[in-house]
Every structure is written in structure tokens, then in C-alpha cells.
């Protein structure tokens, strides 16, 4: 069982930065996809960033490219360094784990077994 706790969201004016953490608990990433997820009111969940069991090389949703970075900061905590914020960026932050999750599942929420309880971002105009 892996227990995962996101922190690091808040309020930013447009064009700054947040990093969120995602930290697990019960064991560590080894072996795991992380993914990083997002919802706005109103709106359905839609895939931010993630990276592979094998760690070998992240996935960006087209929107975040260039502006997000995922990266596994130890053995059980993973970072995403948001940067460039944009008002649309604004939502509930959630990070999501499952075992053996390959590169070309990342991007699909219903194949990752843990989530994390979400963190706020907003992002002001």
C-alpha cells in the first residue's frame, strides 16, 4: 500500500512559480510511475506530467510543455517545478502512482492505483 501526500500549492500571480511535492509513504517510488493530474471546477481530470517505472524520460500534457518539470527528487518524493503560470493553470493538483506503469499508459487516470488527497493551485491575473 503507498500512501502519497502532495504540499506545495498556493496562490501566484500569473507568471511566477510553484513547485508542488508529492511524498510517499508505506514505500518508496522504486519501481513506480509517478503522474501529476489536474482538475478545475467544473472540468474533468486531465493529465499534467509523469514518469515511467523505469525513470527514463518524462511526458508532458502539450499544454504544461516547456513551462513544467517532473522530476523524482529521492526514493519517495517527486517534484513538479511549475513555472510561466498561467490563469488556466488554476486547479486542484493531484499526484498518482501505480507499479510497472509503462510510457505509453501515463497519460490515462484510471491505470494509476494511489492518489494523493489534491493541493490548490490558483494562479491570479
Known amino acids: 500500500q503507498v500512501q502519497l501526500v502532495e504540499s506545495g500549492g498556493g496562490l501566484v500571480q500569473a507568471g511566477g512559480s510553484l513547485r508542488l511535492s508529492c511524498a510517499a509513504s508505506?514505500?518508496?517510488?522504486?519501481?513506480?510511475?509517478v503522474g501529476w493530474f489536474r482538475q478545475a471546477p467544473g472540468k474533468e481530470r486531465e493529465f499534467v506530467a509523469a514518469?515511467?517505472?523505469?525513470?527514463?524520460?518524462a511526458y508532458y500534457a502539450d499544454s504544461v510543455k516547456g513551462r513544467f518539470t517532473i522530476s523524482r527528487y529521492s526514493a519517495n518524493t517527486v517534484y513538479l517545478q511549475m513555472n510561466s503560470l498561467k490563469p488556466e493553470d488554476t486547479a486542484v493538483y493531484y499526484c498518482?502512482?501505480?507499479?510497472?506503469?509503462?510510457?505509453?499508459?501515463?497519460?490515462?487516470?484510471?491505470?494509476?492505483?494511489?492518489w494523493g488527497q489534491g493541493t490548490q493551485v490558483t494562479v491570479s491575473s
Open positions: 498518482a502512482a501505480r507499479g510497472f506503469l509503462g510510457y505509453s499508459r501515463l497519460a490515462e487516470a484510471n491505470e494509476y492505483d494511489y
Open positions: 508505506g514505500r518508496t517510488f522504486s519501481n513506480y510511475a
Open positions: 514518469i515511467p517505472w523505469t525513470g527514463d524520460r
